[in-house]
């Protein structure tokens, strides 16, 4: 009997990291900028839907953090958020400080040669921010935009993306999303590409602010308009689990947790 219960907590545990929590509590160790709203963002003080970030007084909240919230339940871990950089996510996951990045990163080719990804738990369209009395802003075309200060996130698609404009000024990119609006709203640069729930929360809170969709629009992949869990190389058995636990999310229920982060952001 005691051999039959050991057996049920391991596979109760299995895809939990059992160090970290209060007496061995399984964690499910999840990364996170919490600076890329409406997916992630930092509040003070607590709610009911945020979640505290780990080794702080702060709070995290938006997309990723219901979405963490759900899986970990699934899983039957108690969850822990940590506030990494967008450029250190990976080798914290690689470093085994987290079990999983959910910070709105997309599955591309050069990421998968150290991470695997989960299937994808978003899918959205890239748009244009600018200032509502920019001259670009009536731009529809991938051309109509020379002449342009264009500025992206540090190794990020945003970032590749401007090379499509044509003739534009492509300034060296900003390491968050928070320092790339302040170079808008300050004019250092006039435009930046977003996907467009993080524009839309960008704009809902900045109200000098808009983004365009263009008409015909920027060259991408599938999987560049999707964004995925990334997880450590090799670890199946955690993907699998993760994996199961997402399938379980409808993508009504996706979107309905994306509007709400999105109201919730811009109160």
Same mark, same amino acid.
């Given at each position: 009997?005691?051999?039959?219960?050991?057996?049920?907590?391991?596979m109760?545990t299995t %895809?939990? !990291?059992?160090? /970290?929590g209060? *007496?061995?509590t399984?964690?499910f160790?999840v990364?996170m900028?919490?600076g890329?709203?409406?997916?992630?963002?930092?509040e003070?003080?607590?709610t009911?839907?945020?979640?505290?970030?780990?080794?702080?007084?702060l709070?995290?909240?938006g997309?990723d953090?219901?979405i963490a919230k759900?899986?970990?339940?699934?899983l039957g871990?108690?969850l822990?958020?940590?506030a990494i950089?967008?450029?250190g996510?990976?080798?914290a996951l690689?470093?085994n400080?987290?079990d999983a990045?959910?910070?709105?990163?997309?599955d591309?080719?050069?990421?998968?040669?150290?991470?695997?990804?989960?299937?994808?738990?978003?899918r959205s369209?890239h748009?244009l921010?600018?200032?509502?009395?920019s001259?670009?802003v009536?731009?529809k075309t991938l051309?109509d935009?020379? %002449?342009? !200060?264009?500025? /992206?996130?540090? *190794?990020?698609?945003?970032?590749s993306?401007?090379?499509?404009?044509?003739n534009?000024?492509?300034?060296?990119?900003l390491?968050?999303?928070?320092?790339?609006?302040?170079s808008i709203?300050?004019k250092r640069?006039?435009?930046?590409?977003?996907e467009?729930p993080?524009?839309?929360?960008?704009?809902?809170t900045?109200?000098?602010?808009?983004y365009?969709k263009?008409?015909q629009g920027?060259?991408?992949?599938?999987e560049?308009?999707c964004?995925?869990?990334a997880?450590r190389?090799g670890?199946?058995?955690?993907?699998e689990k993760?994996s199961t636990?997402?399938s379980q999310?409808t993508?009504?229920?996706?979107?309905?947790?994306?509007?709400?982060?999105?109201?919730?952001?811009?109160?």
């Amino acid at each position: 009997i005691l051999m039959m219960l050991l057996l049920v907590i391991v596979m109760f545990t299995t %895809g939990c !990291n059992t160090t /970290g929590g209060q *007496d061995n509590t399984p964690t499910f160790i999840v990364g996170m900028e919490c600076g890329y709203a409406p997916f992630n963002w930092t509040e003070n003080e607590k709610t009911d839907t945020n979640y505290p970030i780990y080794g702080t007084n702060l709070y995290a909240e938006g997309y990723d953090v219901q979405i963490a919230k759900i899986i970990a339940e699934q899983l039957g871990c108690k969850l822990v958020i940590k506030a990494i950089e967008w450029g250190g996510l990976i080798s914290a996951l690689e470093s085994n400080q987290i079990d999983a990045i959910i910070a709105g990163m997309s599955d591309t080719e050069d990421r998968r040669v150290n991470v695997d990804f989960t299937a994808p738990y978003y899918r959205s369209t890239h748009v244009l921010v600018m200032a509502k009395d920019s001259k670009y802003v009536n731009g529809k075309t991938l051309n109509d935009f020379e %002449g342009a !200060n264009v500025v /992206g996130q540090t *190794d990020t698609l945003y970032d590749s993306l401007i090379d499509q404009l044509t003739n534009v000024n492509h300034l060296t990119p900003l390491e968050d999303v928070p320092t790339i609006i302040t170079s808008i709203t300050s004019k250092r640069a006039d435009i930046t590409i977003l996907e467009e729930p993080v524009a839309k929360g960008v704009v809902e809170t900045n109200p000098l602010l808009t983004y365009i969709k263009l008409e015909q629009g920027f060259n991408v992949s599938e999987e560049d308009v999707c964004v995925a869990i990334a997880l450590r190389k090799g670890d199946t058995e955690l993907n699998e689990k993760v994996s199961t636990a997402l399938s379980q999310i409808t993508e009504d229920q996706r979107a309905k947790l994306m509007d709400e982060a999105i109201e919730r952001n811009a109160e």
